[in-house]
């Protein structure tokens, strides 16, 4: 199975250009072989692994065994610390989305580096490409909003591809439940913060960088030479 897998394409983009289909793919982790054949029939020749390496190390991708391009250099920020932390009773709704919304506030600062390691990529580089996390919906879900936004695509469009991965909420449930097994059986309503999206997470990621033009611009470094290379290789 391909957790939260799917395809963005058709998206309006600049000067009315959408997004050229079999070329962004997102999603969770692959660690099943048989699963990881199945990206060989999308013609995906990069991957971006945005999880942490002690992710990774626990649960190794099986698209590495492929011999597509894994080219963004593994971090060390741990963004499931304060889910780990949790007991049984996993503590109550509103403090579990407070972690949620804090850490998406901090994400412009403390993914910085990896999203200027993506992007510094997607310049040098050509052909589809798949974005994953763990689950494929929140350190993937602003990476694509990101790389959307530098492709033109309006903040509403932005918003419906992001909330497309309640759509995969049951599987989202049971990753979480096999990555967190100290904590109370995924379907506790406390911890439903966790496991769905939001759109008022994304908000408060992109009204923190106060707009993404802005911070693709001056703190990945993107200049308008930057923005046409990625729309000639993403926009019909």
């Known amino acids: 199975m391909l957790l939260n897998f799917r395809e963005v394409a058709g998206l309006p983009g600049h000067e009315g250009r959408r997004i050229r289909p079999g070329m962004i793919f997102r999603g969770g982790a692959v660690t099943d072989p048989t699963a990881a054949l199945l990206m060989c029939d999308r013609r995906i020749a990069t991957v971006y692994d945005l999880r942490n390496r002690h992710e990774e190390a626990r649960r190794p991708s099986a698209l590495r065994g492929l011999g597509l391009r894994h080219p963004v250099r593994q971090h060390e920020i741990d963004l499931a610390a304060p889910i780990r932390m949790l007991r049984d009773g996993a503590g109550n709704a509103m403090d579990n989305r407070a972690t949620m919304l804090r850490i998406y506030r901090e994400l412009p600062h403390l993914f910085q580096p990896t999203f200027q390691a993506v992007f510094a990529d997607l310049l040098a580089s050509d052909g589809p490409i798949y974005i994953h996390c763990a689950v494929g919906k929140d350190r993937t879900g602003v990476m694509v909003a990101l790389l959307l936004s530098a492709l033109g695509v309006g903040r509403e469009a932005i918003e419906g591809d992001y909330l ?73």
């Not at 979480?176 to 059986?185: D, K, N, S, T, Y």
């Not at 759109?199 to 009204?207: A, E, G, P, R």
């Open 164 to 236: 497309r991965s309640n759509d995969a909420y049951g599987d989202i449930a049971a990753s979480f439940q096999l990555r967190h097994p100290q904590v109370a059986a995924a379907d506790n309503p406390a911890l439903r913060p966790f496991i769905h999206v939001e759109t008022d997470y994304l908000d408060v990621f992109l009204n923190s960088i106060q707009t993404p033009d802005s911070y693709l611009r001056r703190q990945i470094g993107l200049d308008e030479a930057a923005l046409a290379t990625l729309r000639q290789r993403f926009l019909d």
